[in-house]
C-alpha cells in the first residue's frame, strides 16, 4: 500500500504531504482545484513519463517522494523532474531505469482514470482478463502452446525457406553443375600455385643454371690445376712439418678441414648439374597450369583455398536440389504433426478458458447485480479464430445486455458513460480478488453517475476497500461519504502565484466539505442535516435501506432505482415513506 507521498514544486503545488491509510481514502475539491495534478504526481512516483511542463514556474526542479509497502518490502521512491529536461528515477535512493521502476510499481498499484474503461471496451483486452481470472490452471497449457507454437512456425519457416531456395537454386541447376565440373576437373591442390611459380622461374634458368654447375665442378676437380688436388698437395706438405710446432700442426689440420669440405662441396655440385635438365616441355606445362589456375581465381575473385570450399559448397547445393522433393516431404510430414500438437493443446487451452469463462461471466453478473444492474446480463462470447497464434486461436469478447428484453452486445455498444463506468468498477472487484496489486487508484470513476447510482458504487469502492487500499478521486458526495480517510484539494492564490493545499479532514471537517458538495459554496443548516445523513446512510447499501423500510423484492427495487437513480439516499428514503 502506498502511506506516504510528498510533492514539491509539482504544477500548482508548492508543497505538499499526505499520509494515506488502509481502506478508502477519498479526495474531493472543486473543479479546477488540482485533483488531476495530485493523480499526475501519484502517476509519476509509480513510472509513468515525466513532463518538464509540470515543474513548478520559476523552480529548477519538481521532486515527488512516495513510501510505499508490498508485503514486508518498503520502498522510498524519488522522482526529480528538472526543468531543464533531465529526469532521475530513485528507490531507496539507488538511481534506476523509468523501465526499471515502472515495472516494480505495476506490483504496487493500479491506476484507474475515468477514461481507462476504454480496455474492456478492446476486444484484444478480454482474452488477457479471462486467462489471468484462472492463472494458475490457464498459464501452463498456454505456456504450452506458446512452446508449440514456436516450434511449428520455426518448422513452417524453414519449410518455406528451403522452398523457394530450391526454387532458386533449380533455375541456376546448369550453371553450378558447369562450375563445379570446370572446379572438379581442375584437380585444384593448396599452395599449387605457389609452387607453380617457384616451379617456373627454376625451368627457364635452368640452362644457366647447368652451365654454372658444370663450370664450378671443373673448376674444383677436373681442371689440371683443380682447387682440390691444390689444396690436396698443400694439406700434403703442412701435415710432413705439423709435429713441430702446435702452430703448425693447427695449420695441417684446417687444411685437411677444408680439403674434404671442398671435396664435399663439389661431390654436391657434380650431382646438382647431373639432375639440372633444361625441358621445354615441362616449361610449357607449367605454364600453361599456372594460367589455368590464374584464369580461375580471377574468375571467381577467390583463392585456391575459397576456390577448393566453393567446389564443396556447390556440390552441397546440387545435392540438396537433387534431395528436394524427399527433404520437402520430409517436412511437410513434420509441420502437419507439429500442427496437431498445437491444436491439441489450443484445444485444451480454450477448454480451461471457457470453463473459467462460465465462473467469470456468474461472478461479474452478480457484481453487476450489485451495482443495480438487476436485468443485465452478462456473456462471454468465443469464436475460432482464423489463424493459429501463440494465443491459441480463441478470439474472446464480453457481451453485455443492461436491460429487460435487449439483446447481448458487445461492450463498446453500451453508450451510458456512467453505465461504463459501474461495469468497469464490477471487473475491477473481480480481477482486484486475482492481481495481488494492493493498491487501486480510482480518478473520478463516478463520470456519469449521481445519485442512487453513486451511492451503490460508493458502497462498493468500500466493499473493495476491506481488501485494498483504494485512493478515489471524486466529485460525488454520495461516494465521498463512504470514505474512511478524507482529504480536500483547495486552491489558493496571491498576487504573484496560485498554491494547492490537500488536507487531510477531521470528522466535522467531513461533515462541512460533504455539505458542500451538496449544496455548494453556501452551506445551510439543511445541507448539514443532509450531510451528516448521507455519512449515517453511507454505513448502508440502498437495497438495505430497502429492506429496512421493508421492500425487499429485487424486481420492486429494479423498477424504483430506475426512477430514482438521480436522487439522494435521503430522497430517496423520504419517497419510501
Known amino acids: 500500500m502506498i502511506r506516504h507521498i510528498s510533492i514539491k514544486n509539482f504544477a500548482t503545488i508548492e508543497k505538499a504531504e499526505i499520509d494515506f491509510h488502509s481502506g478508502l481514502n477519498t479526495i474531493t475539491g472543486e473543479t479546477g482545484a488540482g485533483k488531476s495534478v495530485a493523480v499526475e504526481a501519484m502517476s509519476l512516483a509509480l513510472g509513468s513519463r515525466a513532463d518538464t511542463a509540470y515543474v513548478r514556474s520559476g523552480k529548477d526542479k519538481a521532486v515527488i517522494q512516495m513510501i510505499a509497502e508490498d508485503k514486508d518490502d518498503e520502498y522510498i521512491i524519488t522522482r526529480e523532474i528538472s526543468a531543464s529536461g533531465k529526469n532521475i528515477c530513485r528507490i531507496n535512493d539507488e ?6 521502476l515502472n515495472a516494480l510499481c505495476k506490483k504496487l498499484a493500479d491506476i484507474h ?5 476504454q480496455s474492456l471496451l478492446n476486444p484484444d483486452h478480454h482474452i488477457h482478463l479471462v486467462d489471468l481470472y484462472q492463472k494458475d490452471q490457464i498459464l501452463p497449457v498456454k505456456e504450452k502452446v506458446q512452446h508449440l507454437y514456436q516450434s511449428y512456425t520455426s518448422l513452417r519457416s524453414r519449410l518455406k525457406s528451403i522452398l523457394e531456395e530450391t526454387a532458386k537454386n533449380k533455375r541456376e541447376q546448369d550453371f553450378m553443375a558447369y562450375e563445379l565440373e570446370e572446379l572438379q576437373n581442375a584437380q585444384l591442390q593448396i599452395g599449387e600455385d605457389v609452387e607453380l611459380e617457384e616451379k617456373i622461374e627454376l625451368l627457364q634458368n635452368s640452362e644457366r643454371i647447368y652451365e654454372n654447375l658444370a663450370g664450378a665442378y671443373q673448376i674444383a676437380s677436373e681442371d689440371e690445376n683443380a682447387a682440390l688436388s691444390a689444396i690436396k698437395r698443400m694439406s700434403d706438405m703442412l701435415m710432413e712439418i705439423a709435429p713441430y710446432t702446435q702452430e703448425l700442426d693447427d695449420l695441417s ?3 685437411n678441414e677444408l680439403y674434404y669440405e671442398l671435396e664435399d662441396i663439389s661431390s654436391s655440385v657434380r650431382d646438382c648439374r647431373d639432375t639440372t635438365v633444361f625441358s621445354p616441355e615441362e616449361l610449357d606445362e607449367a605454364i600453361e597450369r599456372s594460367d589455368l589456375l590464374k584464369k580461375l581465381k580471377n574468375k571467381h575473385g577467390r583463392s585456391i583455398e575459397e576456390l577448393i570450399a566453393y567446389a564443396e559448397e556447390l556440390e552441397e547445393k546440387l545435392s540438396s536440389i537433387e534431395n528436394a522433393d524427399a527433404l520437402k516431404t520430409q517436412l511437410e510430414h513434420q509441420l502437419a504433426a507439429q500442427r496437431q500438437e498445437l491444436l491439441a493443446a489450443c484445444e485444451m487451452l480454450s477448454t480451461a478458458r471457457k470453463e473459467a469463462a462460465a465462473q467469470l461471466e456468474q461472478k461479474i453478473t452478480k457484481e453487476l447485480t450489485q451495482l443495480n444492474f438487476n436485468d443485465a446480463r452478462f456473456s462471454i462470447s468465443f469464436k475460432r479464430a482464423e489463424h493459429l497464434t501463440s494465443e491459441g486461436f480463441d478470439n474472446v ?7 429487460r428484453g435487449e439483446p447481448l452486445k458487445p461492450l463498446s455498444k453500451i453508450a451510458s458513460g456512467g453505465e461504463m463506468s459501474r461495469i468497469m468498477l464490477a471487473f475491477k472487484k473481480i480481477t482486484g480478488d486475482y492481481d495481488e496489486i494492493p493498491t487501486m487508484i480510482f480518478d473520478e470513476i463516478d463520470s456519469g453517475i449521481s445519485g442512487i447510482a453513486a451511492s451503490v458504487v460508493g458502497h462498493k469502492l468500500k466493499e473493495i476497500a476491506a481488501t485494498h487500499q483504494i485512493i478515489c478521486i471524486t466529485h460525488l458526495p454520495q461516494i465521498a461519504a463512504f470514505g474512511e480517510h478524507s482529504y480536500k484539494i483547495e486552491k489558493q492564490t496571491d498576487e504573484s ?12 471537517e467531513k461533515v462541512q466539505e460533504i455539505a458542500r458538495l451538496l449544496g455548494g459554496t453556501v452551506i445551510t443548516d439543511t445541507t448539514l442535516r443532509s450531510a451528516r445523513e448521507l455519512l449515517q446512510n453511507s454505513q448502508y447499501s440502498i437495497k438495505e435501506i430497502c429492506a429496512q423500510s421493508g421492500y425487499s423484492d429485487p424486481n420492486y427495487f429494479s423498477r424504483i ?8 439516499p435521503s430522497e430517496f428514503r423520504e419517497h419510501l415513506r
Open 561 to 568: 432505482f430506475k426512477k430514482y437513480e438521480g436522487v439522494t
Open 397 to 403: 469478447e464480453f457481451l453485455i445486455s443492461t436491460n
Open 95 to 100: 538511481i534506476v531505469t523509468l523501465g526499471y
Open 253 to 255: 689440420r684446417r687444411t
Open 113 to 117: 482514470g475515468q477514461y481507462d474503461h
Open 497 to 508: 502565484s496560485t498554491y494547492t493545499t490537500i488536507t487531510e479532514l477531521t470528522a466535522d
